[in-house]
């Protein structure tokens, strides 16, 4: 693991990123971003999703030889595969992706004596998410008394984890069927993201501007999630509980649904479908996801716990959207959840 290892205000970017060694003597390629080349190669068009907490020096500096090496075609081409989840851009070398003066003057990231050194032109990947503090609604959630006892890992148990949580609930909840990993405006159990301002890139976004409660929201779900994969720890596979299967109109997969329909017209939801892999009961939980939603009007749903919902298509809906996501949840221990978001707009 590389980090940099000196005090903010006195770091400078091309010391640690780029030719020859870094102040620690140390070489600034290693095997780490040598092995990063590898994976950058790969002839493989899904998306590469990085969680970046600590430093994010050895996936810089794998950036920097990759971009060195190959043509700027192949290079432009991986930028938009990667992926970024950054919490609190907490590392001199964030500057290779993002201006860290100009995040700092956000007075949104608490960054110190953080200066910019980075004398080049940035790089962009697909998009770069900043959680400027949002994470910290995930620490201590639960005590050492929940956890511990489940495992040797267990034993390690930090009090609610680090920036890594949500960056990882993120991709999870998205597995889950809540949100697209590709959107993160959409809200998840990584928080809800919203578009910098117009002096950074187009797909940077932040959660400067978006409430805290839009991770809280998911803390009852992600902490159930949680005391689920520690009895992998424990138990056999079969005799863990697993996630429901959430269906709604057939749909038996984790896609976001979106369904287009004139103003006015009534839209049929059916989730009855769905079933639970270990035999348990299961319950239904409608809500419209308003914060996700660009429709300004009142939107309700009547049979918030039934499988089958009708909704009239509100006849002002014009060129705006509704979000509506439907929670299945089963009756094991602990009860855990599956979700499929349905997005409706005018046809």
């Known amino acids: 693991m590389r980090q940099v290892e000196s005090s903010w205000g006195d770091i400078n970017f091309h010391d640690w990123i780029g030719e020859g060694n870094t102040p620690n003597g140390a070489p600034k390629d290693s095997e780490g971003s040598e092995y990063l080349q590898e994976v950058f190669s790969k002839d493989d068009d899904r998306p590469i999703y990085v969680e970046m907490w600590g430093g994010p020096i050895t996936f810089v500096q794998a950036l920097y030889r990759f971009k060195q090496r190959n043509s700027d075609e192949k290079f432009q081409k991986l930028m938009k595969k990667i992926h970024v989840f950054g919490i609190l851009l907490q590392d001199i070398t964030f500057d290779y992706l993002i201006n860290l003066d100009k995040v700092k003057a956000l007075n949104c990231d608490k960054m110190g004596s953080t200066t910019s050194t980075y004398k080049g032109e940035r790089v962009h990947p697909g998009w770069l998410l900043n959680d400027a503090g949002h994470f910290w609604r995930y620490i201590t959630v639960m005590k050492d008394t929940e956890v511990k006892g489940h495992g040797a890992m267990s034993e390690h148990y930090d009090h609610g984890g680090e920036g890594y949580t949500p960056s990882f609930l993120y991709l999870l909840s998205a597995r889950f069927g809540l949100n697209d990993p590709l959107d ?65 109109n057939g749909d038996k997969t984790n896609a976001i649904i979106k369904v287009r329909s004139k103003p006015n017209k009534i839209v049929d939801l059916n989730a009855s479908g769905s079933m639970d892999p270990d035999g348990d009961s299961i319950s239904y939980r409608w809500f419209f996801y308003k914060e996700a939603s660009d429709y300004p009007g009142a939107f309700s749903i009547d049979e918030l716990s039934s499988s089958i919902q009708k909704f009239k298509m509100p006849k002002d809906i014009g060129n705006k959207s509704i979000h509506i996501v439907v929670e299945v949840v089963d009756k094991g221990s602990p009860e855990l959840v599956s979700y499929r978001r349905v997005i409706l707009s005018a046809k």
């Open 184 to 248: 993160p405006t959409q809200g998840s159990w990584g928080s809800m993201f919203k578009p910098m301002s117009s002096e950074f890139p187009k797909h940077y976004y932040e959660t400067c501007r978006v409430d805290k409660s839009e991770l809280e929201r998911w803390i009852p779900q992600a902490k159930n999630s949680f005391l689920n994969r520690l009895q992998y720890s424990l138990k056999d596979p079969d005799e863990v509980n697993h996630e429901p299967n959430a269906v709604v």
